[in-house]
């Protein structure tokens, strides 16, 4: 079957309003975590050069939580990133 025959049945994509996501609000999240991922990175390179030059076992541990709280902006941005996938722009080569 190629493509241009295809026909999508309209009962499986039917979505109320009220259930599409906020395209506008996923992009400017989508932003404000991009920002705050640069001032984590930020943290997490001063505690390594400190860890580096003091070891410490406070510092370790900042390193650690530093470390999960990049993670999980990491997946929040993946997620919002997968949503927004069928309305962004991919750069041409």
Same mark, same amino acid.
């Given at each position: ?10 009962? *499986?994509? %039917? ?7 906020? =395209? +506008?609000? /996923?992009?400017? &999240?989508?932003?404000? *975590?991009? %920002? ?7 943290? =997490? +390179?001063? /505690?390594?050069? &400190? ?43």
């Amino acid at each position: 079957m190629a493509l241009k025959d295809f026909v999508p049945n309209p009962e *499986l994509h %039917r979505m109320a309003a009220h259930e599409l996501p906020d =395209l +506008d609000q /996923l992009a400017r &999240r989508l932003v404000v *975590l991009e %920002r705050l991922e640069d001032d984590v990175v930020r943290q =997490l +390179d001063r /505690l390594l050069d &400190r860890q580096g030059q003091f070891p410490s076992e406070l510092t370790a541990r900042r390193i650690t939580e530093t470390q999960t709280k990049h993670l999980e902006l990491r997946r929040e941005m993946n997620t919002i990133r997968a949503r927004l996938l069928p309305i962004m722009r991919v750069p041409s080569q």
